[in-house]
């Protein structure tokens, strides 16, 4: 397993963009530059999508141009077209996100496209953004399941993730957009991207929909990733994947790749504070665990009652 794990907080994006409520500009803000001073290697901003489609990510620009930018954290903005990547360089965002699924239906559903004519416009951005300094990610969606089609093949897969890489796309994340992943699958998709790609920056995107997040985390850790998106408190979920629940909980992972000894450089404590403001914020309560149940070696105090019993037997 990689020693050195980095993590990527995704809940200014992913975690808004379904909520009721349109959480105000300046809140988003202030949230954003606490989380950059937790040591998270990147934070995915927000959408420059068309607030018709997602309105609680109207303001990207306006957040964008209010957060600081004077932490080693990379600010990532998740880009559907050309004309937010034209808004994306405008800004200097470090790095824009392009998605799309693997599964047809569900890239027509989400994206309103083909799966070619994504592929067609990330090769336009791609030369769009030649000679800049701004990265390009590609997400693969559905990577383990749509819920429209069910499972994809893997041969499918990696025919998608040697197209993003031949139109230029500098990293690759693999998607479990409605938490449909299973460890045995995760590992197994994992050791052969490592194994035909090796020197590829790779991200674990996983939804804990069926309670299996984590356990998925472990299985890409055991093929050797060693990158993971999360959300604070577990906020999110497609809004165009029927099913999708929230992410898996920023705060979670964290505590779990401490336990085992591996090292996030994440501070926990800022996350589980940050995580309680979070709930305040979304005004309902959120799935994440350990904020509740408390740290593995947290103690509580000992009931009077048992004091009691302890006194009498020493006496």
Known sequence: MPKRI???????????QSEPAFVPTDTKIE????????????????SFVSPRAVPNLSDAAEVFQGIRKDTPTH???????????????????????????????????????????????????AEMTSGTPMRLNGSLATTFGCPFEGQQSQERILR????????????????????????????SLCEEVRKRWPDL??????????????????????????????????LGGCPFAPGATGNICT??????????????????????????????????????????????NDTRPLPQSVKELMQDGRS
């Open 75 to 125: 600010y990532v903005a998740l880009v559907p077209n050309q004309k937010g990547c034209a808004r994306a360089l405008e800004l200097g965002v470090d790095e824009i996100n392009l998605v799309m699924s693997v599964s047809e239906s569900h890239n027509l559903a989400n994206m309103r496209m083909t799966c070619d004519q994504s592929l067609q416009q990330f090769k336009d951005i």
């Open 201 to 234: 920056e790779l991200t674990l995107h996983f939804h804990n929909t069926r309670g299996l997040g984590l356990a998925n985390v472990y299985a890409a850790l055991a093929a050797g990733v060693d990158q993971f998106d999360a959300s604070l408190g577990g």
């Open 160 to 187: 998608f993730v040697d197209a993003y890489l031949t139109r230029g796309l500098h990293s690759l994340t693999l998607a479990d957009t409605t938490g449909m992943a299973v460890p045995n699958q995760v590992q």
């Open 251 to 296: 705060e979670d992972l964290v505590h779990m790749l401490n336990e085992m000894g591996l090292d996030s450089g994440v501070d926990l404590d800022g996350l589980l504070l940050q995580s309680q403001r979070m709930e305040e914020i979304v005004n309902h309560d959120l799935p994440g665990q350990v904020r509740k149940a408390g740290k593995r």
């Open 31 to 46: 949230l954003i530059n606490a989380l950059a001073d937790l040591g998270l290697n990147k934070i995915e901003v927000s």
């Open 6 to 16: 980095f993590v990527n907080e995704v809940v200014t994006r992913d975690g808004f």
